[in-house]
């Protein structure tokens, strides 16, 4: 068992309390992710909070369920529910402890579920328990214009998502259930139920549960308002696109103090809901993260915005893809984003900038979106040289293209510049081994990465890269204070590279690697420097000599 700490302390300690080792065996893999948990439940306290739902309770057994496990209690929830909506008042429906089997329940305003400690809500395996005459798939629970709503208490939401996903394959397959757009390349429904499903809803609080496997998203609220998230546990590595959180176009929201385990992204800011909405006011602070994709990401889909942005005190961990992703390439405006206070173990890239257009699900002549105003500080990511998430019982796709160990990256388009980002207080190791047989993209050769400016933005989208650090490209105003940027082992390419930057201000950088040219400018206008180190032959920090900068211009 681990002491209690703080919440905060384990947030600034929780890196150092596992060895620190450049290769990671399966098994020490398995054995963080339990000791983070179990550090996780050491400090695990709600945060400053709004109380839950107050009013009478209504007991599920009254009406009816058995809660035994195997006899469906929908019927008797949703009577439970609907008691509340005919007492006239607020109310709690109430599961004591006990196993209710259900498909998809509807809330309704000024209703909340209350969950027992040994209560689980067990959801059912047959698609047909979630779905409407009208041929609509819905959520385990889901709720539509309501205010007022919650889930909260100590127990459990188990939706068996893999056991449903397999079972709605298998009806397709037979014949039974045919899905028209079944995606048969990857042999998956595109049409599986979520878990928890929130839309155009008002003051809605999710407290203390923890919740379990499922068939697609975990959580999805969209063009919801006041909307807080405290203490929650994610356990979902169950079955294809697990994102643990979604935030859909929402303003007013709060995720604090929650445990995300998930087999794609933990927490994902989406932009689509087409209405006069957009993601405002979000603040995400004290969680630790895990996941086969990306720990905290913006996108992909990315329609209206993503304005005033707060995230800290964040752990992401055996994270195969980017700890922190931000992008935007379906016309959104991304601006006005504090990211500080992130450590990052074992991930595959520590921060991705990307904005693109590829304007999916919208007119092709939407213009481009923006990238503006970004800082983010203190941040310490030791990036991973195989996948970081080999010890999933569901891995992500594999990368499908040849290139070296990934650098973090910035970058826009020649006709759209990201804008104004401050990095400050950065440390990053990276693994080095890059090996030019594998890949090799000359440094004095930026033309060869391609610009890819309709394409699903990733960190691994432009292949391989010709910086082991930093590649930054297409970007107007940047600031690097107080950076550290290591390599484990030797990397023959250069630490960072600025290609089409106007404005660069690189101050009290440290380039912890033996290399001939450790910084590229390429067209790169208004570079301000001061007290850039780089390592010597005899390993020790000295200034960056001026035969180890290449300046070019085309």
Not at 137 to 153: K, P, R, Y
Not at 367 to 393: C, H, M, Q, T, W
Not at 498 to 515: K, P
């Amino acid at each position: 068992m681990f002491a209690p700490l703080s919440r905060r302390k384990f947030i600034k300690t929780a890196l150092s309390t596992i060895a620190a080792t450049s290769c990671f065996s399966h098994a020490l893999n398995a054995k963080m992710l339990t000791q983070y948990y179990e550090q996780f439940n050491a400090t695990r306290k709600p945060s400053k909070r709004e109380p839950p739902q107050k009013g009478k309770r209504f007991s599920v057994k009254d009406f009816g369920a058995t809660g035994n496990g195997l006899s469906l209690d929908t019927g008797a929830i949703q009577a439970t529910i609907q008691a509340v909506v005919d007492s006239g008042e607020s109310g709690v429906v109430w599961f004591p402890a006990g196993i209710y089997y259900s498909g998809t329940l509807h809330l309704s305003s000024n209703i909340s579920l209350e969950l027992d400690k040994d209560a689980v809500l067990l959801g059912s395996t047959d698609i047909r328990h979630y779905e409407t005459d009208d041929g609509k798939v819905h959520a385990l629970i889901e709720a539509h214009d309501c205010d007022n709503i919650g889930i909260f208490g100590q127990g459990t939401i188990n939706a068996q998502g893999r056991k449903l996903a397999l079972n709605i394959n298998r009806l397709h397959h037979a014949k039974e259930r045919i899905e028209e757009d079944f995606n048969a390349r990857r042999n998956r429904s595109r049409h599986r139920p979520n878990v928890i499903a929130m839309h155009s809803c008002n003051q809605i609080k999710i407290y203390d549960i923890t919740v379990q496997n499922g068939a697609s998203w975990v959580q999805h609220y969209a063009a919801c308002r006041d909307l807080h998230i405290d203490n929650i546990v994610v356990q979902s590595d169950a079955f294809w696109n697990n994102d643990g959180i979604d935030i859909n176009d929402c303003e007013h929201v709060r995720i604090t103090g929650c445990f995300v385990n998930a087999a794609d992204d933990a927490i994902c800011l989406k932009s689509t809901t087409k209405k006069n909405m957009r993601n405002n006011d979000i603040f995400i602070g004290n969680c630790t993260l895990r996941s086969s994709s990306n720990g905290i990401k913006f996108g992909t889909e990315s329609q209206n915005g993503f304005h005033n942005v707060k995230i800290e005190d964040i752990v992401v961990f055996d994270t195969y893809r980017s700890a922190i992703a931000l992008e935007t390439v379906d016309g959104a405006i991304l601006e006005n984003v504090s990211v500080k206070n992130v450590d990052a173990k074992n991930v595959g890239c520590a921060i991705f900038i990307r904005l693109g257009q590829r304007n999916r699900d919208v007119p092709k002549d939407t213009p481009l979106g923006k990238i503006r105003n970004v800082v983010i500080s203190n941040v310490n990511a030791e990036i991973s040289f195989d996948r970081a998430d080999i010890d999933y019982d569901l891995r992500g796709p594999g990368l499908n293209a040849f290139f070296n160990p990934i650098p973090a990256s910035i970058t826009g388009l020649p006709d759209a510049f990201v804008e104004n980002v401050i990095l400050e207080n950065i440390t990053i190791s990276y693994p080095g081994r890059a090996n030019k047989g594998l890949a090799y993209r000359p440094h004095d050769q930026l033309f060869l990465v391609p610009q890819v400016r309709d394409a699903y933005p990733e960190y691994t989208m432009f292949g391989e890269l010709p910086s082991w650090g930093l590649f930054v490209r297409h970007v107007k105003g940047i600031t690097l204070k107080d950076i550290s940027l290591k390599t484990r082992a030797y990397d023959f390419r250069p630490a960072m590279v600025f290609d089409d930057v106007n404005g660069v201000n690189l101050s009290n950088v440290a380039l912890h690697a033996d290399n001939d040219i450790h910084l590229v400018l390429h067209n790169a206008k208004e570079v301000k420097t001061n007290h850039l180190l780089a390592l010597d032959k005899s390993q020790q920090l000295v200034p960056l000599s001026s035969s180890s900068v290449l300046y070019s211009n085309d």
